[in-house]
């Protein structure tokens, strides 16, 4: 990626912060010569750390505040009084055309209530939503919304659709991705009103969207479509089930190969192959949640993640940023805005 641009950083956010947010950022700084960080946080803890990476050395400027959002802060709380936080500092620095993006393992609520209210969200989106990669039997796939909106009503699924689409298309790179509703079965009866509105809404509508129609749970691993769209509410509780087996699985396999001295041989002899199997379903891979919809790019990095998993979520908004995805957006917005009746019809308004 040749593109050159600066990327905030909220340096105290997660719970190993600073020492892992440095070091995250260390790791994608080799991947992205053409990447500048400004680090948001204390500096007396920042800088020597930053001393002890000398990549990062000409790259790096620490924007210095004491003051930090809490992981147990109330977003109202945050929102009210934590303008001078290392949290909302970075955010201001996107909004003020200082940096191309914002990266945090912060509060999540508090992250989204200040980015909503400093970066505001695009026209024809009424609420930002939380997007997430997960491995597939295809592939990958991208689930939104991911706990940004714990009700969401048929507009708000439509929209999510929208911006899913556009995700899979630009950074995913799938000509034509399928988009489908979660839900708890196929059938077009079932499931609760706004999903099933929202299923006739993109069924009946002028929408670039190749709509697969309702998806369950076990399609997301399946790879049945390539863009998962649900509430918040279901997404959160998806993504967290997801992660619980994920790590339960490969403990169950780790006790299974070092139970005996033929399994731990066995182990040895499969070591490239259990390595390979390790990093497709390793968590901190896909680590890195996406707030699409704001009028700026914002990555949300899991809290309790380690230096690996952060530079994971940095870089993937380094590449959100490279690939435009707000841009095509923007213009799919715009596309529709211009066909006012599937507009209404889809429920997105200009």
């Not at 400027?61 to 945050?78: C, F, M, N, Q, Y």
């Not at 955010?91 to 209210?117: D, H, K, R």
């Not at 040895?268 to 996406?290: S, T």
Request: a neutral charge.
């Amino acid at each position: 990626m040749n593109t050159r641009f600066t990327l905030s950083v909220d340096a105290m956010g997660g719970d190993a912060a600073p020492k892992m947010v440095v070091e995250g950022v260390a790791l994608a700084a080799e991947k992205y010569p053409g990447v500048n960080f400004l680090l948001c946080g204390d500096e007396n803890l920042i800088a020597p750390l930053v001393r002890d990476n000398p990549g990062l050395a000409d790259r790096v400027r620490i924007r210095h505040t004491l003051e930090v959002v809490g992981a147990a802060d109330k977003p109202s709380t945050a929102l009210r009084s934590g303008r001078n936080t290392s949290m909302r500092l970075s955010i201001n620095a996107v909004a003020e055309g200082e940096a191309a993006g914002v990266v945090s393992a912060g509060n999540t609520g508090a992250l989204m209530a200040m980015a909503m209210f400093v970066l505001k969200t695009l026209n024809g989106i009424d609420r930002p939503a939380i997007a997430g990669v997960f491995p597939t039997l295809r592939g990958k796939c991208v689930m939104l919304d991911l706990g940004a909106n714990v009700e969401s009503d048929a507009d708000n699924l439509v929209q999510f659709a929208v911006m899913g689409e556009v995700f899979a298309r630009r950074v995913l790179g799938v000509e034509s991705p399928s988009v489908g509703l979660l839900n708890v079965g196929v059938e077009e009866l079932k499931g609760h009103n706004d999903v099933k509105q929202a299923a006739a809404t993109l069924q009946k509508s002028h929408l670039p969207i190749r709509f697969h129609g309702f998806v369950e749970g076990d399609g997301i691993a399946a790879g049945t479509v390539d863009v998962v769209v649900t509430d918040g509410f279901t997404g959160n509780i998806v993504l967290k089930s997801i992660e619980g087996t994920a790590k339960m699985f490969v403990r169950f396999l780790k006790e299974a190969l070092t139970a005996s001295l033929p399994a731990k041989l066995g182990s040895l002899l499969a070591r490239l192959a259990l390595n390979r199997f390790r990093e497709r379903i390793d968590p901190r891979c896909y680590n890195g949640a996406m707030f699409l919809g704001l009028n700026g790019v914002c990555v949300k990095s899991h809290g309790g993640t380690d230096a690996f998993g952060f530079a994971n979520a940095v870089n993937v908004a380094c590449e959100l940023i490279a690939d435009r995805l707000n841009e095509g957006i923007k213009e799919d917005l715009a596309d529709l805005a211009a066909h006012a009746l599937p507009m209404t019809e889809a429920g997105i308004r200009s």
